[in-house]
Nanobody, 124 residues
């Protein structure tokens, strides 16, 4: 049974930092292309960070130089380090994994093989 579980969300003041984690069971992140997506209230879900299976990364323009996607293959955990947070970053954040690597930064959540239930980030 595959499960992705996000954690690390919360409320933070503008300029602060959070690190989101995504723990996987039933799959191995080292074999997958992985991403973080978010959905703000009343807005379409969007990709914010993406890592290919060879480690190459890509980011939504508005989070470049502030967010960093990484993964720990030993812990089988995906991370999103978020610095200099802005109120516009307020959203539900989802992690996702795809084993065919047919997805890109701008792919929808349903295009991935697996995704989590999300963790809320609120920046005020």
């Amino acid at each position: 049974h595959v499960q992705l579980v996000e954690s690390g969300g919360g409320s933070v003041q503008a300029g602060g930092s959070l690190r989101l984690s995504c723990a996987a069971s039933g799959l191995t992140f080292s074999d997958a292309c992985v991403g973080w997506l978010r959905q703000a209230p009343g807005k379409k879900r969007e990709g914010v960070a993406y890592m290919e299976d060879d480690g190459r990364t890509s980011y939504k323009d508005s989070v470049k130089d502030r967010f960093t996607i990484s993964k720990d293959n030993v812990k089988n955990t995906l991370y999103l380090q978020m610095n200099s947070l802005e109120p516009e970053d307020t959203a539900m954040y989802y992690c996702a994994a795809d084993f065919g690597c047919t997805v890109t930064l701008n792919s929808a959540l349903y295009e991935y093989n697996y995704w989590g239930q999300g963790t809320q980030v609120t920046v005020s």
